[in-house]
């Protein structure tokens, strides 16, 4: 019985693990931010295991969990944001001019 080599290998037309992880980034690039700030306060926070004195394992894992989600959903407030800010910064422009929507796109002047 012959092992299929290729069962790891994406099928036709599909992008490979390492393709849609770059394209999701090009899209979102808070998401590696947050993922990565959660990484790195896991890794922090279990490398400070032997030094959590006498509080109890619980204790310092429910602390690790809600440092690492604070990481991530800080990172998507921030995008969340900024692309806010983005959107808005031409709308004030035109409201501060005085025109109205329609009269807006024709030219008008206060």
Known sequence: MSANRGWWAPPEGEDS???KLLRKTRESPLV???LGGCLLVAAYRIYRLKARGSTKMSIHLIHTRVAA???AVGAIMLGEWLVGSGENVGKTDK???GCKPYEAKSGCEP
């Open 32 to 34: 590696p931010i947050g």
């Open 17 to 19: 693990v390492s393709e």
């Open 69 to 71: 989600q604070a990481c």
């Open 95 to 97: 409201a501060k001019s």
